[in-house]
């Protein structure tokens, strides 16, 4: 599809007939991209050819790669139309050209395998070879399958898959390459290597958007998806049971109406929190002048949180209010503050402290040994003399 899109904007931009005879520019495009999956080829080489390019020029190379990839036979590059026309008129024929090709890729289809031909004991030898290489570090390229199962998948970057509700899942991928991680490898020199100087053994196409590269690292294994920049870590390829989850909330689905002008520009607020945003990839970028919001962004969208999110509504706090004596222990729970605590400590105290009451008889009795106890001696005394008063 890469090389369909390419050789569509050429020869728009360089034969204006082309232009006139192709006007839907999608239609073109997918009509390159069903000749070239049909091994119908020969007409784009001559097209290219008649418009200067050379082999060392870059669509002539990458259609070299994509016959390579494709294991394209000459012989049956034909197109239906000049068949059907061959049958009307013999004169047009092309069946001597197509059978001398047919002879040249057999001949050359038997040299190969003649070439490749191996004793039992010469592949033995091979494979205990392998078997006692140190297994070091590797990567693994992954590529979605073909068919209508991915159509959905292809191409597509991250937060689009997920704001669709779709997740990464290892069953639409399949195995395309793995060769030997190096110390100068990391995932931005794999992706220039799998698009501008591929190996020759590499037999997927060029690394794009909706790829997956896996890392064996320090015998750990970590799958990043090849996003629209950069890469993007997908734990869920490795462990197929998280692709199952509920999806993520993403800055789109919880993004409100509202938006934020700065400097910068205009932002769109959404409802998630600084700390969800960092979780799904999203930095802070600057401060609304107020300092209200955060403006966080991915390298390709940016959207405004508040700085502090506001506090939850709890319906006792009104309640509590008008009842707590100490604001500080303002909670949600009803405990009337501090002093509250006092009286109650007060009270306790109170209660234990206090007497045990006794019976009325008993208070008698105790008021009259009092009194007796307290009695004066008897003696004559000047003056007059002072009446006895009864305790009781």
Do not use: W
Not at 79 to 90: F, Q
Not at 327 to 351: C, F, L, P, V, W
């Amino acid at each position: 599809m890469d090389i369909a899109f390419d050789k569509d904007e050429f020869f728009r931009q360089r034969d204006s007939q082309y232009a006139a005879e192709h006007p839907e520019k999608q239609a073109a495009k997918e009509e390159i991209h069903e000749n070239l999956m049909a091994g119908r080829i020969s007409a784009l080489d001559e097209k290219l050819a008649a418009l200067g390019q050379t082999q060392e020029d870059y669509l002539p190379s990458e259609i070299e790669k994509f016959k390579d990839a494709t294991g394209y036979e000459e012989f049956l590059d034909f197109d239906p139309a000049e068949i059907k026309a061959a049958l009307e008129n013999p004169d047009k024929s092309r069946i001597d050209e197509m059978l001398v090709s047919a002879e040249k890729a057999e001949r050359e289809y038997m040299a190969e395998a003649t070439a490749y031909v191996q004793t039992p004991a010469d592949i033995a030898e091979r494979a205990q070879a392998v078997q006692e290489q140190p297994q070091g570090d590797t990567f693994s390229i992954y590529q979605l399958k073909p068919g209508d199962a991915t159509r959905d998948y292809r191409f597509e970057p991250l937060d689009a898959i997920r704001n669709n509700g779709l997740s990464v899942k290892p069953e639409n991928y399949e195995l395309v390459y793995t060769a030997p991680l190096t110390e100068k490898d990391d995932l931005e020199s794999i992706y220039t290597r799998f698009n501008i100087d591929h190996p020759a053994d590499f037999k997927g196409h060029s690394l794009s958007v909706s790829d997956i590269v896996v890392l064996h690292q320090d015998g750990k294994d970590t799958a990043h998806y090849c996003d629209r920049f950069g890469f993007s870590q997908v734990p869920e390829f490795l462990q197929p049971e998280r692709a199952a989850e509920v999806t993520i909330p993403t800055p789109y689905q919880m993004a409100t109406q509202e938006r934020i002008s700065t400097p910068r520009g205009s932002f769109c607020v959404t409802n998630m929190t600084r700390e969800q945003m960092q979780v799904a990839g999203y930095g802070i970028h600057h401060q609304s002048d107020d300092e209200k919001y955060l403006i966080m962004d991915n390298g390709t969208r940016a959207f405004a949180v508040r700085a502090q999110q506001p506090e939850q509504d709890n319906p006792l706090r009104t309640a509590e209010m008008t009842l707590e004596d100490d604001y500080g222990m303002i909670d949600g729970i009803i405990n009337n503050g501090r002093r509250g605590e006092e009286s109650e400590k007060a009270q306790e105290h109170t209660e234990r402290t206090k007497p045990e009451k006794s019976s009325i008889r008993e208070r008698l009795e105790d008021a009259k040994r009092e009194c007796a106890g307290n009695k004066a001696p008897e003696s004559k005394k000047h003056g007059r003399d002072v009446p006895e008063q009864d305790c009781l």
